[in-house]
């Protein structure tokens, strides 16, 4: 009989939100399918230790415009409250640890179907066409430090690691080279980078919901 082990899930929150949109039929996920989903990576080998979620709150500042000159308070938009609410809940779901980044506001962006659109008429720059340029920072610091943490220690026997970003992979061969194994779970993306394969135990494929 094959033993039981000890199994963390982390889960890239923006990554694993954006998969469950596409197949949630252009649908927000809410917290109890967020946390439905991690349960469905485990193995049936496998006894949940603790489910990691990280992902900066949404940004609550007030910018200008660049082509109105408007001010555009971000805390006002329906983004931020779903955001908010998703947050909140999972942060006192059971089992679930959540580690915060933080957004960086880095200037404005046009969007790219509408620079398309406006190549290919020649009309003059809307309002809509811009987006605001959010990057996260120090999630993956924080992905990166708790892998080696529940490594080093032999907390768990095995983490499962949900993610698409190669970013990852120093900490995936640290916790190879500490003798715990590495489960990279895929959304039903064909395109798995190589380097992420390389540094896996794993792969393993996931339905849901």
């Known amino acids: 009989m094959a033993s039981i082990k000890k199994t963390a899930v982390l889960l890239d929150l923006g990554f694993v939100l954006q998969k469950l949109y596409e197949r949630l039929g252009k649908r927000h996920a809410t917290a109890l399918e967020v946390r439905n ?3 469905r990576c485990l193995a049936a080998d496998e006894e ?5 979620c990280y992902h900066c709150p949404p940004y609550d500042q007030t910018e200008t415009h660049p082509l109105t000159g408007a001010h555009i308070d ?6 931020y409250t779903g955001m908010q609410n998703l947050i909140r809940n999972l942060k006192v779901a059971d089992h679930i640890a959540f580690r915060e980044g933080k957004l960086s506001f880095d200037g404005w962006l046009i969007k790219k179907h509408k ?3 406006i ?3 020649g009309r003059a720059l809307a309002p809509g066409d811009f987006a605001p340029d959010l990057n996260q920072k120090i999630v993956d610091m924080k992905i990166g430090l708790d892998v080696a943490w529940l490594s080093s220690k032999r907390i768990v026997e095995r ?3 949900v993610t698409g970003d190669s970013d990852f992979i ?8 500490e003798g715990v194994q590495v489960i990279l779970v895929t959304m039903g993306h064909k395109l798995v980078k190589r380097e992420l394969l390389e540094h896996a135990d794993e792969l393993r494929s996931i339905t849901f919901p």
């Open 37 to 39: 989903f991690s349960q």
């Open 48 to 52: 949940l230790f603790r489910v990691y």
């Open 74 to 79: 971000f805390s006002a938009s329906k983004t």
């Open 115 to 117: 620079a398309e659109e």
């Open 119 to 121: 190549i290919r008429t």
């Open 159 to 161: 983490i499962i690691l």
């Open 170 to 177: 120093p900490a995936m061969k640290f916790a190879r080279r």
